[in-house]
């Protein structure tokens, strides 16, 4: 298993909500698609207050990541191998989720439709207070209840630019099953020292996997756009 990338994607699964400033105000389940530079990720996700799960594949590699607020933990699990990691949301990997630390501004753009819902258009700058911290500007849609369809930013770190987008489809509004936001029982929690890392890393990706997948749907399916558009999103 990937383990780097999907570190990677987590890291923007858990900075998205702390964007919206506001946690949505129902439960619901979408179809969730991600862009960057690196690619493109697809995923279901299922979101009620304070928690959220994903589920993505690649290659036939199921992970499924679960965020609770609640508790400031995350957990990524990898139902091939019945294990996961767990991770505080207070950790240095995580802690660009605390958008105290940025000087905030957002401007209302319009009402806008995305994949047939209402939503309404801004755009937001945000700076990191430090000097020469880093930076992201672009565009967000939220619909009244919270719910954010769609994210279009370009980030600026130590002189290094990248582009995220992230978009909802097939919206559905409504009460979730409170064991999606749970670690299934039978479930080993990984080693996360830098030696358990290290061996995990080193023993590559499970053969089996593919033919383990219970058909999550999504995976890594093309490759990432330039700057040049994204940055007319500044202007």
Known sequence: ?????????????????????QPASVEYS???????????????????????????SDG???????????????????????????????????SKTDTSNYDYEQTTVGPDTI???????????????????????????????????????????KGKKDRMKMELDNLKIGKQDPALFEVPSGYSKMDMSMEGMGKMMMGGGDGDAAAKSDGAKGSKEKSGFGFKDAIKLLK
């Open 115 to 157: 994949n047939g819902v209402k939503t309404i258009k801004s755009k937001i700058i945000m700076k990191e207070k430090k000097p020469n911290g880093s930076k992201m500007a672009g565009f967000w849609w939220v619909t009244k209840d919270g719910i954010m369809m769609k994210l279009d930013v370009i980030s600026v770190e």
């Open 1 to 21: 298993m990937q383990i780097n990338k999907w570190l990677m994607v987590a890291g923007f699964v858990w900075m998205a909500p702390a964007l919206a400033m």
């Open 30 to 56: 979408a179809d969730w698609t991600m862009e960057t530079e690196d690619g493109a990720f697809k995923a279901t996700v299922y979101q009620a207050p304070n928690k959220e799960r994903r589920e993505m």
């Open 60 to 94: 036939g590699d199921k992970m499924i990541m679960i965020t609770r607020r609640d508790k400031k933990i995350a957990w990524n699990l990898m139902p091939s191998d019945r294990m996961y990691m767990e991770m505080k949301i207070s950790d240095p990997k995580v």
